[in-house]
């Protein structure tokens, strides 16, 4: 087993990816605080336990506002390393626009990977992800809830589709998800509306990759197009994961971010 450990403290935060939540991580969590760092996993608005339903919302910034919510709270110096997974690369990526300063790191772990020329949904067009029609979506039902003309396309992943996200990961973490899954969104179209992030924001932030091999959702082939799109500071591979890195092989990336937060980032908490 792979040792997290390492000679300092660090505060680390968990962005799940889409329909997922806090619990997602929760191998990580254990590996991470025994390890002596500080760790925090949240649920984005209508994910996980967070009381608000999606049809609660009505944009992305409303799906976020618990990741923007915590950082405007840190103290003042403290710097974390701001960890995204899949969807959840996105999230980082807007928190890490609107506070440069409060992020020491972001850690990509096979997610969406935004630039500074295109607008943010730009990830998605490349491999028409935004089409519900596309077979790979498999049995994924997609629908609108609330405002039919302007409001965002839900979607609520099926059981085939998660199969394929969880290919390596232990039966028993797939039945948790069957279990606690919940209906999201890519937030596409207005993704494709809005501006690119800051150079001077989010493009000042540190920022590494961890490529997951098997992945059978984003495959790794999309995971390199994105970095050469849009190169950054590092990139780490896990030759063993599958989407959901954080169960199939849980003791790996958590030493990839205890090193990844030795190396860009310091706990303070002044």
Not at 46 to 63: P, Q, T, V
Not at 233 to 246: L, P, S
């Amino acid at each position: 087993m792979a040792d997290a450990r390492s000679n300092r403290s660090h505060h680390i935060v968990f962005v799940h990816g889409a329909s997922h939540g806090a619990w997602c991580w929760y191998k990580l969590i254990s590996l991470l605080r025994s390890a002596g760092h500080r760790v925090t996993a949240l649920d984005l608005a209508a994910s996980g336990i967070d009381e608000r339903r999606f049809s609660d919302l009505r944009n992305f910034a409303d799906y976020n506002q618990p990741l923007i919510d915590l950082l405007a709270a840190l103290p003042q110096g403290e710097r974390v390393v701001l960890v995204g997974h899949s969807l959840g690369g996105l999230n980082i990526a807007f928190a890490m626009d609107r506070f440069p300063h409060k992020v020491a790191v972001g850690v990509f772990v096979t997610a969406f990977l935004p630039d500074t020329v295109h607008p943010p949904s730009f990830v998605y067009n490349k491999a028409h992800l935004e089409d519900p029609t596309l077979p790979l979506w498999l049995d994924t039902q997609f629908g609108t809830v609330g405002d039919k003309e302007n409001g965002p396309l839900s979607m609520v992943l099926g059981p085939k589709f998660v199969s394929h996200l969880y290919n390596r990961s232990p039966p028993e973490d797939f039945a948790l998800a069957m279990t606690l899954l919940r209906p999201s969104s890519l937030f596409a179209k207005e993704l494709d509306s809005l501006s690119p992030l800051s150079a001077s924001g989010y493009g000042s932030v540190a920022k590494v990759f961890v490529v997951c091999e098997k992945d059978e959702g984003l495959q790794a082939s999309f995971q390199r197009w994105m970095i050469e799109n849009y190169p950054l500071n590092e990139v780490r591979v896990i030759e063993e994961a599958d989407h959901m890195a954080m169960m199939s092989t849980p003791e790996k990336l958590s030493q990839f971010i205890s090193e990844i937060g030795d190396e860009y980032a310091s706990f303070r908490n002044e």
